[in-house]
């Protein structure tokens, strides 16, 4: 397993921008699959984004695809996630996952987890 410590959190305005980060330490960072999930109230934990140990892969759901970024600097063993034109529906707590191997959409695939950042979008 490796630590996470996510911040950059905060309240925003619809339309708005924010950028996530997330850093690592425990374990070379380059071992691991970076994602975000975020969870809503009274919602299930969904997928966000994911991102491969050299960035060579780079995966979105449908839902932020072309508003949300996904990156990582491995030199300094941090993950970040830049969200564009924010939505109502994107509030949520926000946490940064990490596994070794491939990139997964599920959850249940992750066995490090931050502590979770909340997002809030308002009107």
């Known amino acids: 397993q490796v630590q996470l410590v996510e911040s950059g959190g905060g309240l925003v305005q619809a339309g708005g921008s924010l950028r996530l980060s997330c850093a690592a330490s425990?374990?070379?960072?380059?071992?691991?699959?970076m994602s975000w999930f975020r969870q809503a109230p009274g919602k299930e934990r969904e997928f966000v984004a994911a991102?491969?140990?050299?960035?060579?892969?780079?995966g979105y759901d449908d839902s932020v695809k072309g508003r949300f970024t996904i990156s990582r600097d491995n030199a300094r063993n941090t993950q970040y996630l830049q969200m564009d034109s924010l939505k109502l529906e994107d509030t949520a707590v926000y946490y940064c996952?990490?596994?070794?191997?491939?990139?997964?959409?599920?959850?249940?695939?992750?066995?490090?987890w931050g502590q979770g950042t909340q997002v809030t979008v308002s009107s």
């Open positions: 996952a990490a596994r070794q191997g491939g990139c997964m959409g599920s959850y249940s695939a992750y066995d490090s």
């Open positions: 425990g374990r070379p960072f380059s071992m691991f699959c």
């Open positions: 991102i491969s140990w050299n960035s060579g892969y780079t």
